[in-house]
């Protein structure tokens, strides 16, 4: 949504009042100014849009116990950490964020810190084995081609942006399903459960299940 920038005439009272809720809310002036007129003429912000988003992922994913979500309002980036089942039981954190431009509507940043050279040589080798099955079996469905990265204990993967336009229930749900199908997999795939045709049938049988794909 378009910004442009106005001039507006307040009473002090006003701005101070203002600029104390902002400080609260982790906000600038302009920008609760801009949520206070959006909310009293119903329009919906991207960064309300983002919010009830957010909040919708932390309500699904919260009863799993699987996946631990965590955001601050008026962020566009919320995270869920996972324990893996290994040696010291190293986290993993999923940091989604939602930027909508062009033809990705954001990205999201796996993180992952250990010491373990076998457990980063694991890691890394179930993340091109992920890439691979997504540009074999996503990326024709998206018409784009995914572009990864690995790089210091990152891996980014840009979530493309829905076909149609779709309720910020229906992205929460997609986003969520999909970091949950990866958590699985990757601790199925670390711990010797799956092996590498083991992630691609269940990758393949959920995306046939997708009412949205990212």
């Known amino acids: 949504?378009?910004?442009?920038?106005?001039?507006?005439?307040?009473?002090e009272d006003v701005v101070r009042a203002v600029d104390a809720m902002a400080h609260q809310m982790g906000m600038s002036r302009s920008g609760l100014v801009n949520q206070i007129?959006?909310?009293?003429v119903s329009v919906t912000t991207p960064e309300r849009h983002i919010n009830q988003v957010f909040q919708a992922i932390q309500a699904l994913?919260?009863?799993?116990?699987?996946l631990v979500p965590f955001f601050t309002p008026n962020s566009a980036t919320m995270s869920l950490k996972s324990s893996l089942m290994y040696k010291y039981r190293p986290t993993v954190k999923y940091e989604v964020e939602l930027t909508p431009e062009g033809e990705k509507l954001g990205e999201?940043?796996?993180?992952?810190?250990?010491?373990?050279?076998?457990l980063l040589s694991a890691m890394a080798d179930f993340f091109r084995l992920w890439v691979r099955v997504e540009n074999t079996y996503l990326a024709p469905e998206l018409g784009v081609r995914l572009e990864c990265a690995l790089y210091d204990?990152?891996?980014?993967?840009?979530?493309?942006?829905?076909?149609?336009?779709v309720s910020p229930e229906e992205l929460?749900?997609?986003?969520?399903g999909y970091v949950q199908l990866f958590d699985r997999l990757l601790k199925g795939r670390l711990s010797g459960e799956y092996g590498a045709s083991d992630v691609e049938r269940e990758y393949r049988q959920d995306l046939a299940r997708r009412a949205v794909l990212i």
């Open 153 to 165: 204990g990152k891996f980014v993967r840009p979530i493309a942006m829905p076909r149609r336009t």
């Open 37 to 40: 007129l959006a909310d009293y």
């Open 108 to 118: 999201l940043t796996v993180i992952f810190r250990t010491q373990s050279e076998s």
């Open 1 to 11: 949504m378009k910004k442009t920038l106005y001039s507006l005439t307040l009473s």
């Open 172 to 176: 929460a749900e997609a986003i969520s």
């Open 61 to 66: 994913v919260a009863p799993g116990r699987e």
